[in-house]
């Protein structure tokens, strides 16, 4: 019997889940962190996640409510408190989130019109020079040669391949917004500002005012512009591409919620650069973050902390003998909890087995449905399509047929793991449509519902973390040091990212001749004698 | 009895007189050996040090000529009718303690517990 009182999102599918709770349930909590939620207290009721549909989904709700009866058991009342509340943190963050989309947007579309602007800027400058002589003092001007033509062609191909080069490099949607400056990039940028600047004053005075008549050597100029830009393209690419490829830094990645560990090799990184690295490979490689698994230890620790109680014997004392007191409290707290004979770890083992084999069994049930309902579904073949007997179904069908007769084992599965907030009846019938369509066994399908996988895997809305802080000790544009620490966090948890340099390795060279290979046998004789 | 290879070995030693005894054909000794250069010596369960290759006294036979002359399992034997068994192979040290016109082999056996003995002793004074 399922003896949570958790409200569940499932139930809302049930034919007697209360209709008006529901959308305003549902309007909520497209703001909110469902986990945070969650995990608020174990004293009021814990709504977990409503599925992940937006509120014009109730015409799905009615469909789906013909199945409901096969789809796991419901859950026991909600309670009235904790559904119509809307805690202070929620508000900070539904601001939050207001201020800081408007605030990104601006920046991000500052810096895009700059380097529009600075583009431009660049690339028109030969071809000013080129076109301003004839505007200006066409009768002057010496015709152009054979060698000066050349040029034109040469010009204008340097200028595509730098136009080329230049959406290839700088044009692409950027990653992430960095919360200071991007420095190589800034650097860059003005050291072509400056380099264009002085271009154009020693054309403006030597070619402009004094109207030279040269029209190869100003043909000449524009195209060596053209080189320099070409080679200060090349810079970009060293710098902002190239040099930090080589591996310099190992970083251990540690989320603080459940420890669970990574390590990347990065190079010279700025620490906002690398934070971005990490962030983007936290997505794939950590288990997703599940604070369902987090309350055990939370509830022991209440109960470490419940057991003991100090009095005060000696009455009220002067105020500073307060902290006095308070200190020696504690003492004696961490003193009397030492001593006691705590059997809370006797618990926790009897827990942890009778755990693990609940688990074992749900799962060789589970397994066991699924395969046996794989079984009542079989692949059309060609000739059998054009015959078009009755009973012909699209995969979305298929699964929907076969779904029922493994959901109560799936759902009891999931609740017994705890992911149960992570997979919403939609999505797995999806996953199931996916894997017929695909041809996938059923270990295959079952694959991603046994083993928890990392963030990638659910759907959009479980990657509830986009809004990331950098918290670091030293300039978040300085570059990465050996031992040198910083915490990303966000809303419900933070990963804690520790540096360390990789030694320099010392390669020797040893030469071992084939030929000496040569063995014996061991012997271990006994004579008498 | 410690072993540096290169350096000349030092041991306390006791004189073991051993004669042999006709045994139908053959002069027995009525002790087995084990150990030599071109053995292994790691699998030596008598040796103090695991790299020492010489000839240990692995099997005494009960009331044969080695137990009455007192030799012990688990002894080194250093010398035989002078002929030095720390660097030998198994083989030479076989021969020399079999050879067939000798009656009697004087050994000079080394054990963990004669070294004790001395140093005790010294350390009465």
Redesign the interface.
């Known amino acids: 019997m399922d003896t949570e009182s958790a409200y569940s999102g499932y139930s809302y599918y049930s034919g007697r889940s209360r209709g008006s709770h529901r959308h305003g349930e549902r309007s909520r909590d497209r703001h909110k962190s469902r986990s945070k939620e969650s995990s608020r207290s174990e004293k009021s009721v814990t709504i977990n996640a409503p599925p992940a549909e937006p509120l014009l989904g109730d015409q799905s709700v009615r469909g789906e409510e013909v199945q409901d009866d096969n789809w796991g058991e419901t859950t026991t009342a909600v309670t009235g408190t904790s559904e119509h509340s809307l805690s202070q943190e929620d508000i900070v963050r539904i601001s939050k989130d207001l201020d800081d989309s408007v605030g990104l947007d601006c920046k991000r579309y500052l810096n895009v019109a700059l380097s529009v602007i600075l583009g431009l800027v660049v690339f028109l400058t030969p071809l000013a020079f080129l076109i301003l002589p004839h505007l200006l003092w066409p009768d002057r001007l010496r015709a152009c040669g054979t060698a000066c033509e050349g040029l034109f062609i040469s010009v204008a191909f340097k200028l595509l391949i730098l136009l080329l080069a230049v959406w290839a490099l700088f044009f692409r949607p950027p990653r992430a917004g960095l919360p200071r400056i991007f420095v190589f990039r800034a650097l860059l940028a003005t050291l072509v500002l400056l380099f264009v600047l002085s271009y154009w004053l020693f054309y403006g005075v030597r070619i402009l005012d004094s109207q030279d008549e040269d029209y190869q050597g100003i043909v000449q100029y524009a195209v060596s512009l053209v080189d320099a830009l070409l080679f200060i393209h090349y810079l970009a690419i060293v710098l902002l591409e190239l040099r930090q490829l080589q591996p310099f830094f190992s970083l251990c990645v540690t989320r603080s919620t459940d420890g669970a560990t990574q390590h990347y090799n990065l190079g010279q990184l700025s620490i906002q650069r690398a934070a971005v690295v990490i962030l983007e490979n936290y997505y794939k490689d950590f288990p997703v973050h599940n604070p369902a698994l987090l309350t055990a230890s939370k509830s022991r620790a209440a109960k470490h902390l419940a057991g003991l109680k100090v009095y005060n014997v000696d009455g009220p004392g002067e105020n500073n003998a307060a902290a006095g007191i308070a200190q020696s409290q504690s003492r004696a707290m961490i003193a009397a909890a030492a001593r006691r004979r705590d059997s809370s770890h006797n618990e926790l083992y009897y827990e942890e087995a009778e755990h693990e084999r609940r688990v074992r069994k749900r799962r060789a049930r589970l397994v066991v449905a699924v395969e046996e309902a794989f079984t009542h579904i079989r692949r059309m073949q060609e000739e059998e399509q054009k015959k078009a007997p009755g009973d012909v179904m699209d995969p979305r069908e298929a699964a929907q047929a076969i779904f029922p007769s493994m959901a109560r084992a799936l759902q009891k599965y999931l609740r017994t793991t705890r992911q149960q907030h992570l997979h919403s009846m939609e999505s797995i019938q999806q996953h199931l449509a996916f894997s017929i369509t695909n041809n996938m066994t059923p270990k295959a399908f079952l694959e991603s519902y046994l083993t928890t996988g990392p963030t990638l895997q659910y759907g959009k809305d479980r990657w509830l973390a986009r809004q990331w802080t950098l918290i670091s000790e030293a300039s978040v544009t300085s570059g990465l040091k050996d031992g040198s620490v910083f915490l990303l966090k966000c809303i419900d948890f933070s990963l804690v990212v520790t540096t360390k340099k990789i030694p320099y390795i010392q390669l020797a060279e040893e030469f071992i001749d084939p030929k000496s290979h040569k063995f014996m046998l061991?012997?271990?004789?006994?004579?008498?004698? | 009895m410690s072993f540096i290879p290169g350096q000349p070995v030092s041991a306390v030693v006791q004189r073991i007189e051993i004669h042999k005894l006709w045994d139908g054909d053959n002069l027995?000794?009525g002790?087995?050996?084990?150990g030599g250069i071109?053995?292994?010596p790691s699998?030596n369960p008598f040796s103090e040090d695991k790299a020492d290759k010489g000839i240990y006294v692995?099997?005494v036979s009960k009331g044969g000529p080695a137990e009455v002359a007192g030799l012990r399992l688990g002894d080194k034997i250093m010398q035989v009718n002078g002929w030095d068994m720390t660097m030998v192979t198994?083989d030479q040290a076989?021969k020399k303690?079999?050879k067939k016109n000798e009656d009697v082999v004087r050994l000079l056996v080394t054990r963990r517990s004669l070294e004790d003995a001395v140093r005790q002793s010294m350390m009465q004074h």
């Open positions: 061991r012997l271990q004789s006994e004579t008498s004698v | 027995i000794l002790f087995s050996i084990g071109d053995q292994d699998q692995t099997r198994h076989r303690l079999t």
